[in-house]
């Protein structure tokens, strides 16, 4: 499968990427299952992160199961959870409900916020045919408690994944997934420079579409895809036009529909750096191997992973991590960007937008939802925004 | 005895209630000027006495926000939050609470103290870490996270335990170093046995319910009894308030009277209660001569009725006990498996889950424990939705319906299988 898609041309392959998300019955998840069958299990996560690791040392593929995107209608999930949670919990368990998951053998749910924790347990019950994991993510990162802590609970996970499977997962396997996983890292790296320094070689919402189809096939296989994408921007014409660089906060668990991306890019945005999947690229620097790759798992995760609105930084506060992502991206202004009843995003919210005034930076704020429809309230207040910025710049 | 609310029963506890909580404000108001050392806390799983150890006062904003919900104040300090950028969907708890430090820290309890430091148990509610994440930067004083894992039964509790107990002692440390006290734990043990006492005198006032009739409300009375257990542990006064209590559940038992007239329905209440109409909500399920017999939100600080109990011989070990095994930081089975007990244990006719928006740590899942008791377990179970803080989202026509066509037929269920026994 992958020979075709890399053979692609940039257009085909964005449109193809496309396709997977704009399907809700997972046709790539399917495919896989039809070609590997039970030879390779396929363990879903639920944003935001998950040590897919270890998932993938077990043989098994991970993918991030991440709602239900626009297509899909939800006509019973509204019987297990109520209209004031996001989207994505509503859409991920409609998904379930319908079946979709069907090619999908195990979940894994971490302690992200309440929705998730809970909704791993509705998924426990509704879901027998679907092995349930659930893993508490250290918040108290600034003791030296918390690497130790973590350690513990992904060897019970990764013990958990060993019954699943019927099999051993060696450290060997752990440490050569951990490169795997880095490689990707550092491709995905490399096409956020790309946007940061050359926002006119691909848009963030063709970037977009590239990072949500990482989630749903083998990671090896999309490094080499991303790695032709690269390849090929090179060469490709662009004329860098009068847009503001903009980055987008609070979109790092349920994902926006990429039509949104799109009409603020057309409203006059460079969309230069965002959080987006962010557990896809939850370390800013590779995970260093020491000798138990468990324990650098878990060292990364309480000491390297990147700011977000779902974990404590204990003594690295997150508005200055926000401070240094405006100075580095060189933005004209932010859009904060969060899903509609996501507590998270919704109180970082109030403390980032102080950080934006202190700066004197601008800002915008919206909401957003899987099914929102209609993109034109969006895009008119963008093209205000950027109005006003440029007005302001001359 | 005070005047009592309904003509049926006495008020000893609820006045008395009354009276600690001013007490425990009043000395509250003056601890910034006096230099006496303050921290926040949670409710849920809280490690109250540890703090005593270092005197400690210890402020619950979950308890001011209750407050204002009950003195009517909530609606205004909730818009006030919404003007600096908070969100209409968040919970109605914070608001409140930023909406309170926008108002020169003033609220119906008089005037609040400032942290000088801020301990998060992160007992099961995210909100938590957001909530003090604001103050910390607000106040500029040192937040200690007390990271309390999602308690899922005996296959994580050793290393759990053990990760929390690590915490308990960077936590000792911290203390010292703010208040520059020792640590002591004799004060310690000392506070837990009188804890353990009190604790002891809770439970057996949760356990009278299992009477017929009860003599007491264990959700509408028990949210009140409940207060001193969470936010006075370790004090003589709490004992003392416990025994007060118990004795006056006795003196109902004895003159035959309890939280209505005639006890027609025992149910058990899930979820909070909405304060800033608790009377009206409370009213609701009266005229139907409902006794809630048993309930879920007084067991949010912490759960004893099972047998936890603080222990004098394993102090760290079983305050991080407590933590570990408070109502918010059980899993959806094990909630389901709680209520099962409660409906069980104290002959329930009915389950009630009241959702609160606000709450996402109790709502999101009730939908699916509706499933589960109706149709595996085969309870009648009522399912209302409303909020616990913000005044805007309750609607008494609308729960007026709910609540007596739920009644209406179980009433009419009786009487149909009174007739059937019958024939
Ligand atoms: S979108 Fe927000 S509220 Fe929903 S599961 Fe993710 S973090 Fe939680
Ligand atoms: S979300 Fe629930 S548990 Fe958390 S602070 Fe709000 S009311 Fe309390």
Redesign the interface.
């Known amino acids: 499968m992958i020979e075709k898609q890399t053979a692609m041309k940039f257009d085909e392959r964005i449109a193809w990427c496309k396709e997977q998300i704009e399907d809700p019955t997972l046709p790539t998840l399917r495919e896989f299952k039809s070609r590997n069958g039970s030879r390779s299990p396929i363990v879903g996560n639920f944003p935001v992160w998950a040590p897919q690791e270890i998932v993938h040392a077990a043989g098994a593929l991970p993918v991030t199961i991440a709602g239900g995107g626009s297509n899909l209608e939800i006509d019973h999930a509204d019987?297990?959870?109520?209209s004031?949670?996001c989207s994505l919990?509503r859409s991920t368990l409609e998904l379930g409900m319908r079946g979709y998951l069907e090619p999908v053998d195990a979940m894994v749910f971490t302690?992200?916020?309440?929705?998730a924790?809970?909704?791993?347990?509705?998924f426990?019950?509704?879901f027998p045919g679907i092995q349930t994991f659930?893993l508490?993510c250290?918040?108290?990162?600034?003791?030296?408690?918390?690497v130790?802590?973590f350690a513990?609970?992904l060897r019970?996970f990764r013990r958990a994944m060993e019954d699943f499977i019927g099999d051993g997962i060696t450290d060997a396997a752990i440490a050569r997934s951990v490169g795997i996983f880095n490689e990707h890292r550092a491709a995905l790296a490399d096409l956020y420079a790309l946007r940061r320094e050359h926002p006119e070689t691909i848009s963030a919402t063709e970037s977009y579409l590239l990072l949500r189809a990482s989630q749903m096939m083998p990671r090896e296989e999309h490094t080499k895809i991303l790695r032709a994408t690269l390849a090929e921007l090179e060469a490709r014409p662009a004329r860098r036009r009068d847009n503001i660089r903009i980055v987008i906060e609070g979109a790092f668990c349920e994902q926006p529909p990429w039509e949104l991306l799109e009409s603020i890019e057309e409203a006059g945005c460079y969309i230069v750096d965002d959080d987006f999947l962010l557990g896809s690229r939850w370390y800013d620097a590779p995970v260093q191997l020491g000798e138990d790759p468990i324990r650098s798992l878990a060292e990364a995760y309480v000491r390297q992973s990147v700011s977000s609105?779902?974990r404590?930084y204990?003594g690295r506060?997150?508005?200055d991590d926000f401070t240094h992502k405006i100075k580095a991206n060189r933005v004209d202004g932010v859009i904060f960007c969060?899903a509609?009843?996501c507590?998270?995003a919704?109180?970082?919210?109030?403390?980032l937008?102080s950080v934006a005034d202190q700066m004197g930076i601008p800002y915008l704020a919206f909401?957003f939802e899987e099914k929102m429809g209609v993109f034109e309230s969006v895009r008119t207040q963008v093209e205000t925004f950027v109005e006003s910025i440029l007005l302001f710049a001359d | 005895m005070a005047t009592s609310q309904t003509d049926t029963t006495t008020n000893t506890g609820r006045d008395l209630q009354k009276q600690l909580l001013q007490n425990w404000y009043s000395a509250l108001s003056h601890a910034n000027e006096k230099g006496e050392k303050v921290a926040y806390l949670f409710i849920s799983g809280n490690i109250m006495e540890l703090l005593k150890v270092f005197d400690f006062h210890v402020v619950f904003p979950e308890v001011n926000a209750l407050q204002c919900g009950i003195k009517r104040t909530a609606g205004d300090m909730i818009l006030k939050a919404e003007d600096l950028g908070y969100s209409s969907d968040v919970c109605g708890y914070v608001k409140n609470d930023i909406g309170l430090v926008a108002s020169d820290m003033t609220g119906p309890f008089g005037k609040m103290a400032k942290p000088d430091l801020l301990v998060c148990t992160y007992s099961g509610c995210n909100t938590y870490i957001k909530w003090f994440e604001a103050l910390a930067a607000h106040f500029h004083c040192p937040l200690y996270m007390f990271d309390v894992p999602f308690s899922r039964g005996p296959e994580t509790r050793t290393a759990d335990i053990r990760y929390m107990m690590d915490e308990l002692k960077e936590l000792i440390a911290l203390c010292e170093k703010i208040t520059g006290r020792k640590y002591d734990e004799d004060k310690l043990k000392a506070l837990l046995r009188c804890s353990r006492e009190a604790e002891d005198l809770w439970v057996d006032i949760l356990h009278s319910a299992k009477r017929q009739p009860s003599p007491f409300d264990a959700f509408f009375e028990a949210v009140f009894f409940m207060a001193p257990i969470y936010v006075m542990r370790g004090s003589r006064e709490c004992v003392d308030y416990y025994r007060a209590v118990k004795d006056e559940i006795a003196g109902r038992v004895e003159a035959h009277t309890g939280p209505v007239p005639e006890e027609r329905f025992r149910v058990v209440m899930e979820g909070p209660p909405p304060w800033p109409h608790f009377r009206t909500f409370w009213e609701l399920f009266k005229t139907w001569g409902v006794v809630c017999v048993a309930s879920s939100y007084s067991k949010v600080g912490g759960i004893w009725d099972f047998g936890y109990r603080h222990d004098p011989e394993r102090p760290l070990e079983s305050l991080a006990e407590y933590s570990l095994e408070c109502y918010t930081n059980y899993n959806l089975a094990r909630r389901v498996d709680m209520l099962d007990s409660y409906l069980h244990d104290y002959h329930a006719d009915a389950l009630v889950i009241h959702s609160v928006k606000s709450c996402r740590a109790f709502s999101m899942g009730q939908a699916d424990m509706r499933e589960v008791f109706i149709h595996e377990r085969n309870v009648p179970t009522l399912f209302i939705e409303s909020d616990l803080a913000d005044p805007r989202y309750f609607s008494k026509a609308q729960l007026k319906n709910r609540i007596d066509a739920f009644f209406e037929s179980l009433e009419h269920q009786r009487i149909v299988g009174a007739q059937t026994v019958a024939h």
């Open positions: 019987s297990r959870v109520q004031f949670v919990s302690s992200i916020c309440d929705v924790r809970n909704l791993g347990g509705v426990k019950r509704n659930y508490h250290p918040q108290n990162v600034a003791s030296p408690a918390a130790d802590y513990t609970e019970r609105s779902v404590h204990g506060p997150r508005v969060a509609k009843f507590e998270p919704l109180y970082d919210y109030v403390l937008k909401e």
